[in-house]
DNA sequence: CGTTAAGCGAGACGGTACGTCCTGTCTTAAC
DNA sequence: GTTAAGACAGGACGTACCGTCTCGCTTAACG
């Protein structure tokens, strides 16, 4: 019993989620229109809409699809060490054309409170989860402190990265990571 | 060699950022029009052109203007003490609907590299200058480590606050803050 | 080979001209702007702008709306008698509110070489037309001069019509047209 | 009991009304505003406001000055000659780009009744005074028919020129005049 | 010969319309 | 029946011009 017409394109959805990575990675974050989107994948906006509610909803799993490959982190059996190893494939991602999308999506979700839910439960949390383990990892082995509030801690390498990439203040290289991680490591070590 | 012709009316530039401020801290910082400041200040659209470039660079005149006011933080002196007051004020401020307007300056500038510089250059840099000022002081009072690295440390402080600003992740509260000072103070700590 | 997607909806082509029409009878020419237009006829202003390259172009359409359902003229058998009542009509039609649109087209298309052109080809050839073919049947039949240069006379009898509704210094009535036309008589007779 | 301060400074009138026609004839019509003229001018905006109205005034006054210089036409004896003759002078005019100035008017007056009255009286009537006085000498010299509508026929008469500067629809030429005369002349001459 | 007020250039102002762009929905024809 | 193309309502954008107004310089008549 077969069905006529068309199927639907699998591959669509692969095609749309390219061509927005390539317009952003071309034209810089919020520079990006759906029609462009659509009309350089070759698909018509409305089966964009179809599967997203907004720009910014395609752009969040174009990053996923952008992160999908990831493998994980090695453990070195170093706590300092692995820290500083992620923290210094963040800071490179951050730098890189992804961080475009990032931002992109950073400032599309201060108006948009249901993107700002999905990016921090698909993209952010996920992110934390990796420099969580590590820093279990560590108190697990005794390098460092037991009572550390994971939390707090993951803002405080982290978070120095992040504003980085918003706002260009400060430069964001691998020299910025080691010199977070020397300030930062006392209050860490066990 | 003066120039004649009316000049730059003050009066009016301060109806204009007062109605920018009034705007987007009652209707939220992307539901704000240039037209709709324009007609709240009862002004042409062209007298905002002509001394702005855009909507951004009025908010982020608004936002100084908002902070004209700030009286700088006693000194208790306790370099702690003052850190976490400083601290707690950034917090409240970033809970405010002040922080509206910063985080539509922070998204509006993810896609324009001039407000970006004119963001940084003149609020981010300024209010940073008094998170470094109370680290000296704290350097030089002996009760912190000689060899800190203020801008680092600085962003260690604070920019876990501006993250929760703008991505919601976590709370953002007096709580916040302790945890923070408490947790970073073995790093810092002569 | 066709193309795709939706078409020209000539419900709303009429609904604008309608609405340009019925604005420029209350208004005037002068006082209706494209926004206007396009909230009377309840239709985004792109729509207009998607098949009408300005205003002037928009009215000339109405204009031709206005012309489409004229019925020709009956023929009596007398060449002076036929001529006369075409003059009446177009006097009368000059003094109308459609007036007011011609009054408007003329104005905007001296500046304007496009519309200038469209004017001339859609309208002003089209009405020259009817002129044209009654003076003919007038030298067929014998009651007028074989030799008349046409073009030529449609201007001597319809020139002072345009002339009094464009500068208003000479009424604009059937007793004008039956002035014109027994003064002209003796250059037209055979 | 007299008035300080520095008087009327005629030279800038000139200097506008220059500025005026000059613009005039390298943009076109419609093509020039007050604002252009008053820089062109190197003059204020309010010079021009303190004398005229509107830029449609301007320009009238403009027309005017082109005028001032026009000597009156020699009488040949010869009725339909100087008929002739004037009409030429007539189209010529109307070809050259001080037409520009004049069709400027008649679009404007076509929204502006007061402007067209002013066209009317200043302009206008006094160019009909040049026909009309030839048409009565004709008469009075028994070379042209005693009973002429004189108003009807300097309509049947400049009209035609008057429409194809507005138009543009028939060539307005020595021919084009020419051919009027010859074609008109068999209800004048008496 | 200094005072004073008008003329003047420059241009800021409130306001209106323009024509372009984008969003998210809806419609048509092709495959 | 899914798709590409794209029309549609709506609304913000940034520009141009209008006619009014204000500023500070220059200048001529008065005292």
């Known amino acids: 019993m ?3 017409g068309p199927h639907r394109d699998l591959n669509l959805q692969a095609r749309i989620l390219t061509s927005t990575r390539d317009l952003i990675f071309a034209e810089g974050p919020r520079a990006v229109s759906i029609n462009q989107i659509a009309s350089h994948a070759g698909v018509g906006k409305q089966t964009i809409y179809r599967w997203w509610p907004s720009k910014a909803s395609v752009v969040i799993d174009a990053l996923e699809q952008q992160f999908a490959s990831e493998s994980p982190f090695p453990t070195s059996g170093s706590a300092k060490e692995d820290i500083r190893t992620q923290m210094r494939a963040v800071a490179a991602t951050f730098s890189s054309p992804t961080g475009s999308m990032i931002r992109e999506l950073v400032a599309e979700a201060q108006g948009d409170p249901v993107l700002a839910e999905e990016f921090r ?4 949390a996920e992110r934390r989860r990796g420099g969580a383990a590590a820093l279990r990892a560590g108190i697990a082995g005794g390098q460092l402190r037991a009572d550390l509030d994971i ?8 978070a120095p990265l992040w504003l980085r ?3 260009g203040h400060q430069p964001l290289d691998e020299a910025t ?4 991680v020397e300030q930062a490591w006392p209050a ?3």
Not at 151 to 158: C, F, G, K, Q, T
């Open 2 to 4: 077969g069905r006529t």
């Open 121 to 124: 439960t698909r993209f952010v």
């Open 151 to 158: 939390e707090i801690v993951i803002d405080l390498l982290y």
């Open 165 to 167: 990439m918003l706002l």
């Open 177 to 180: 990571v080691d010199a977070i």
């Open 188 to 190: 860490l070590k066990a």
